[in-house]
C-alpha cells in the first residue's frame, strides 16, 4: 500500500495539501489518473518483479499470457490458442508453464456444465503488466483475434465493441457500439446505453465514416431516448438538433420529420416552450406530406394528440389521437399503436369519458406487455390504476400501481416514479394505509420535482395534500395545495386550478374558516368544467357547505344537480354526491332526507373499503343525530366512527403520527362512550 502511494504521488497521481486544523490531506488529480496505464501506477518493485518473472517464461508462454491479458478473464484454453496462434501441443506447454509458475489458475466462477474451464489471472496485477509488455502492435492483432473469437462464441455486443475499438478497426467499433447501446437499452442499462453511443457517435465525426442514413437515424433516436429515460432534456434537444441538421444536410425526408417530432414532444413538456413545439409539429406534418410517409405522418399525428394534451387541448388531442390509431393500426406498428392508445386514454378520461378511457388503458398495457416496453408497461399500468380508483375499485388500483412503480423504480425512470408513485399513493389513501401513502407521495413528489412537465408536480402536490388531510394535518395539506395552485396559475390550467381550490375549501372547512373557504369554493366553481373531474375522491360536500354558508344555496344545488348528471351513476362519485347532497338537504331543514343521503354513502364506503369515507361520514351521522337530539343514534354512529379511526390509528407504526391521528379524533371517540 506504501509502495502504490508512492507511486502516485511520484507521478502526480495524488496531490499533498495542507488544511488549516486538518493538517496534510492527498487529493487525487482525476485528469491524470484517467490519462495513465494502470501498469504506470504500479510501484517499481512490484512492476519489475513481475516482468522478471514473465522473462524467465519460454516464448510460447509469453503469447499465452499477452493473449490472456487481452481477453481479460474466464479465457477458455481454446481461446487462449485461437488468439496467439498456438497449436494445441504449443498451447498446453505454456499452460502447464503458467499455471506451475502461479501465473494463471483456473477461474473459481466455473458454472457446473459440461462445458470448457475457463482461466483467469492470479492477481490483476500481473495481467495488467502482461497486457503492457505485449506491445502496441501485439495487443492490436490479439484483439483483432479476440474479436473473431468472442463473436463466434456469443460474446456480448459490449465486449465485442471494446475488442474492435482496440483492434483498431473504426467500422467494427461503430457497428459493435451501435448494438452494445441497443443490447443495454434492452435491459434499462440507460448510462451504460449513453456511454456506447456516444463512443459511436465519436467514432463517427473522428473517422468521418462512411455510416448508412438508416444508422444515423437510429443512432440520434436511441441516443436522445436514452437521454430522455436520464431526464437530461438539454442533451436530449441537442441530440435531436444534430439530428435534423444532419437530415437536412442528406436531404433525408424521414429523419428530418422525425427529429422534429421528437424535438416537439420533448419541448412540448415544458409549458413556456408550447408554441415552439406547435412550430415544429407543423413543420413535421408538412415534411410527412409533401414526401408522403405514412408512418411519419402518423407519428405526428401522435405528437400533436400529445402536445395537444399537455396544452390542455383536449378536443384536439382526441381528434389526432383518433388519426394516429388508425393509421398506425393500418401500417401495423405495434410501438406506436402502444403510444396512441396511452395518450387516448388521458385524453379521454380528462373529456370525462371513462369508461372509454379504462378500455384504451387496458389494451395499451397489455400490448406493452407483449412488446417488453418497460417504460409505456409502466405508464399503462398507472392509468389503468387510475381508471380502477375512479371506478371505486381501490383495492385492485393498488395492486396495478404497485406493479407499476416497482417498474419505475427497477428502471430508473424519474417520470414513470412521479405517474405511478401518486397514483399509488392515491389508492392507499382510498384504503386507508396512509403512513404507506406518505411515504411514496414525499418519493414522488420528489421525483417529480425534477422533471420539467409541471402537470405532474401539480398532481403529486394535490395527492401529497390529501394524504396529510387524512392524517389530521391541515398545515401541512394546506402548503401543499397551495404550491400546487400556485403552478396551476403560472400555466392558466383551469382544470387543476378548480382541483387545487376544490381541496384548499375542504382544508378550510375543516379549520371552520368560513371566509376563506366560500373564497375557494367559488374559484372552484368559476375555474370548473363540470364534464371533468380528474380524482374521483375529491370531496365536493365542503363546497356545498361553504357555498350555503355564504348564502349561495342556488349555486350550491346547481353545482350537485351537474355532477349528478355526469358522474352520479358511477360507483366511487355517488359516495361523494352523497355526502355533497346530506349538507344540502339538512341547510334546507330535511334531516331525514340528510340521513338517508349520509347512509348511501357509508353502505358505498363499506362496499369499496374505503374507512377513512367511512368514519367521516358516520361521525357526519352522529352530528346530525344530536342535532335531532336522537341520542342513541347519535351514539351508534359514533362508535362505529371511533372504531374505525382506531382501526386506521393501527396501520400507523410511528408513534407521534398515530398518536397526533388518534388525539384529533378524540371528540369522536369521548363521543362513543369509550
Known amino acids: 500500500m506504501r509502495a502504490t502511494l508512492e507511486a502516485l504521488l511520484e507521478r502526480g497521481g495524488l496531490a499533498a495539501r495542507l488544511i488549516e486544523g486538518k493538517g496534510w490531506v492527498f487529493e487525487p488529480q482525476t485528469s491524470i489518473l484517467d490519462a495513465t496505464s494502470p501498469d504506470v501506477m504500479l510501484p517499481s518493485d512490484v512492476r519489475e518483479m513481475i516482468q522478471l518473472r514473465l522473462v524467465r517464461l519460454s516464448p510460447p508462454a509469453r503469447e499465452l499470457l499477452a493473449a490472456g491479458a487481452v481477453l481479460d478473464h474466464d479465457f477458455t484454453f481454446e481461446a487462449l490458442c485461437q488468439v496467439a496462434h498456438l497449436t494445441t501441443q504449443d498451447g498446453l506447454f505454456a499452460l502447464d508453464e503458467a499455471i506451475e509458475d502461479l501465473l494463471l489458475q483456473e477461474s473459481p466462477r466455473q458454472s457446473g456444465k459440461v462445458q470448457a474451464v475457463p482461466y483467469v489471472f492470479a492477481h490483476d496485477k500481473i495481467r495488467e503488466v502482461a497486457y503492457t509488455e505485449a506491445g502496441d502492435a501485439r495487443r492490436r492483432i490479439f484483439?483483432?483475434?479476440?474479436?473473431?473469437?468472442?463473436?463466434?462464441?456469443?460474446?456480448?455486443?459490449?465486449?465485442?465493441?471494446?475488442?474492435?475499438?482496440?483492434?483498431?478497426?473504426?467500422?467494427?467499433?461503430?457497428?459493435?457500439?451501435?448494438a452494445a447501446g441497443d443490447e443495454a437499452m434492452t435491459v434499462f442499462a440507460v448510462r451504460d446505453a449513453i456511454g456506447h453511443y456516444e463512443q459511436a457517435r465519436q467514432l463517427a465525426n473522428e473517422h468521418t465514416l462512411k455510416v448508412p442514413v438508416t444508422s444515423l437515424h437510429h443512432l440520434y433516436s436511441q441516443l436522445g431516448r436514452a437521454y430522455e429515460i436520464r431526464n437530461d432534456a438539454k442533451s436530449a434537444q441537442a441530440v435531436y438538433q444534430t439530428m435534423l441538421e444532419t437530415a437536412r444536410r442528406v436531404h433525408d425526408a424521414e429523419m428530418e420529420c422525425t427529429a422534429l417530432n421528437k424535438q416537439a414532444v420533448l419541448a412540448g413538456e415544458d409549458v413556456s416552450q408550447l408554441e415552439?413545439?406547435?412550430?415544429?409539429?407543423?413543420?413535421?406534418?408538412?415534411?410527412?406530406?409533401?414526401?408522403?410517409?405514412?408512418?411519419?405522418?402518423?407519428?405526428?399525428?401522435?405528437?400533436?394528440?400529445?402536445?395537444?394534451?399537455?396544452?390542455?387541448?383536449?378536443?384536439?388531442?382526441?381528434?389526432?389521437?383518433?388519426?394516429?390509431?388508425?393509421?398506425?393500426?393500418?401500417?401495423?406498428?405495434?410501438?406506436?399503436?402502444?403510444?396512441?392508445?396511452?395518450?387516448l386514454s388521458y385524453t379521454t378520461k380528462a373529456l370525462g369519458q371513462w369508461e372509454e378511457a379504462a378500455s384504451f388503458a387496458e389494451e395499451?398495457?397489455?400490448?406493452?406487455?407483449?412488446?417488453?416496453?418497460?417504460?409505456?408497461?409502466a405508464d399503462c399500468l398507472a392509468r389503468v390504476a387510475d381508471t380502477r380508483i375512479n371506478f371505486g375499485q381501490p383495492g385492485e388500483g393498488v395492486t396495478a400501481a404497485r406493479a407499476a412503480y416497482a417498474i419505475s423504480l427497477e428502471i430508473e425512470h424519474a417520470w414513470s416514479q412521479a405517474l405511478s408513485g401518486y397514483t399509488l399513493a392515491r389508492g392507499l389513501v382510498e384504503i386507508g394505509s396512509y403512513e404507506e401513502a406518505l411515504t411514496i407521495a414525499l418519493q414522488s413528489t420528489e421525483a417529480a420535482h425534477a422533471l420539467t412537465f409541471s402537470i405532474l408536480l401539480i398532481v403529486n402536490l394535490l395527492t401529497l395534500g390529501i394524504i396529510y388531510q387524512a392524517l389530521q394535518l391541515p398545515e401541512k395539506a394546506m402548503g401543499a395545495h397551495l404550491e400546487a395552485l400556485k403552478i396551476a396559475e403560472s400555466l392558466s390550467a383551469k382544470r387543476y386550478i378548480a382541483m387545487s381550490a376544490s381541496l384548499l375549501c375542504a382544508v378550510s372547512v375543516f379549520a371552520e374558516d368560513w371566509e376563506v373557504a366560500?373564497?375557494?369554493?367559488?374559484?372552484?366553481?368559476?375555474?370548473?368544467?363540470?364534464?371533468?373531474?380528474?380524482?374521483?375522491?375529491?370531496?365536493?360536500?365542503?363546497?356545498?357547505?361553504?357555498?350555503?354558508?355564504?348564502?349561495?344555496?342556488?349555486?350550491?344545488?346547481?353545482?350537485?344537480?351537474?355532477?349528478?348528471e355526469h358522474f352520479g351513476t358511477k360507483k366511487r362519485c355517488h359516495i361523494v354526491l352523497a355526502r355533497a347532497q346530506a349538507v344540502l338537504a339538512q341547510s334546507q331543514g330535511e334531516s331525514q332526507q340528510a340521513i338517508v343521503y349520509l347512509r348511501e354513502a357509508i353502505a358505498g364506503a363499506i362496499e369499496i373499503g374505503l374507512p377513512g369515507e367511512c368514519w367521516q361520514a358516520e361521525a357526519a351521522l352522529g352530528r346530525l343525530y344530536l342535532a335531532r337530539e336522537e341520542h342513541e343514534q347519535a351514539e351508534q354512529a359514533f362508535t362505529r366512527a371511533a372504531s374505525t379511526i382506531k382501526q386506521l390509528a393501527g396501520n400507523i407504526t410511528n408513534d407521534e403520527m398515530r398518536e397526533h391521528f388518534l388525539t384529533q379524533g378524540r371528540f369522536i371517540i369521548e363521543c362513543s362512550g369509550r
Not at 149 to 159: D, N, P
Not at 299 to 311: G, H, I
Not at 521 to 544: C, G, K, N, Q, Y
Open 518 to 564: 366560500s373564497r375557494y369554493a367559488m374559484r372552484a366553481l368559476a375555474a370548473r368544467d363540470s364534464h371533468e373531474v380528474i380524482f374521483a375522491e375529491t370531496p365536493r360536500w365542503p363546497e356545498t357547505a361553504a357555498l350555503l354558508h355564504a348564502g349561495d344555496s342556488e349555486q350550491a344545488s346547481k353545482d350537485l344537480h351537474l355532477f349528478r
Open 364 to 377: 395499451a398495457w397489455q400490448l406493452a406487455a407483449q412488446q417488453g416496453n418497460r417504460i409505456m408497461e
Open 143 to 178: 484483439h483483432g483475434r479476440a474479436l473473431q473469437v468472442l463473436e463466434q462464441e456469443g460474446a456480448s455486443a459490449a465486449v465485442l465493441a471494446y475488442h474492435a475499438l482496440a483492434s483498431g478497426s473504426v467500422d467494427l467499433a461503430f457497428r459493435w457500439s451501435m
Open 276 to 343: 415552439r413545439a406547435m412550430t415544429l409539429l407543423q413543420e413535421a406534418l408538412a415534411v410527412a406530406e409533401r414526401n408522403h410517409d405514412q408512418s411519419g405522418l402518423g407519428e405526428t399525428y401522435w405528437s400533436l394528440a400529445r402536445v395537444n394534451y399537455y396544452a390542455l387541448k383536449l378536443e384536439a388531442s382526441l381528434v389526432y389521437g383518433r388519426q394516429a390509431y388508425a393509421l398506425m393500426r393500418e401500417l401495423g406498428k405495434p410501438d406506436l399503436v402502444i403510444r396512441v392508445l396511452n395518450i
